[in-house]
């Protein structure tokens, strides 16, 4: 494990993220993990944070809501089985990560786990939320992105980063 900073290797961070990365959340003793392929890295409140958006159809809204901390893992390997599965099956029928031969390793600064792939991972605790308001939203984007599945409106999650390192 090699700690880097929150921004290393962004530019490569933000290609992968697009392919599809990895946001894994823990409520008691379940874990699970969902594809993640909009968000990214920066700065608030002189914080160091990940911004996720979550809809609120998501097995993984439930178990933010109650956790509010979260790990993203940005794959540096290719996984198309696992985005597959995880980026179409929801973790409330199933568990995705036996489903596709996937493990986790504790974390360094919080409960939730990290998913044991090459990769960078961060460790993200929940400072701010906010359902997304349609009124704020330009019109193009609301036809195009949502009212296609019942509470499809996303949930922004802003994560402080309270620890990011690389594995192999
Ligand atoms: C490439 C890709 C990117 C995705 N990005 C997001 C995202 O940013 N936010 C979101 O809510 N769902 C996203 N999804 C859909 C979720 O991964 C999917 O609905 C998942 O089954 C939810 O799992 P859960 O119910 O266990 O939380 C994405 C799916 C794919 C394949």
Known sequence: MQRVPYNFNAQKNLDVLSKGAFLT???GNKINTMVIGWGGVGVLWRLPVFNVV???NRFTYELLEKSREFTVT?????LPQAL???????????DKLSACGLSV????????????????????KVVYNRLMGQEHLDKALN?????????????FYFGEIVDSYITD
Request: proline letters at 7%; glycine letters at 6%.
């Open 25 to 27: 959340t823990k409520s």
């Open 54 to 56: 979550v809809r609120q």
């Open 74 to 78: 940005l794959p540096y390997v290719d």
């Open 84 to 94: 597959s599965v995880c980026g179409t099956q929801s973790g409330r029928n199933m």
């Open 105 to 124: 390793v504790k974390s360094q600064k919080i409960a939730t786990p990290v998913l044991a792939v090459p990769g960078m991972h961060f460790e993200c």
């Open 143 to 155: 036809e195009l992105w949502y009212h296609k599945e019942p509470n499809d409106y996303h949930v």
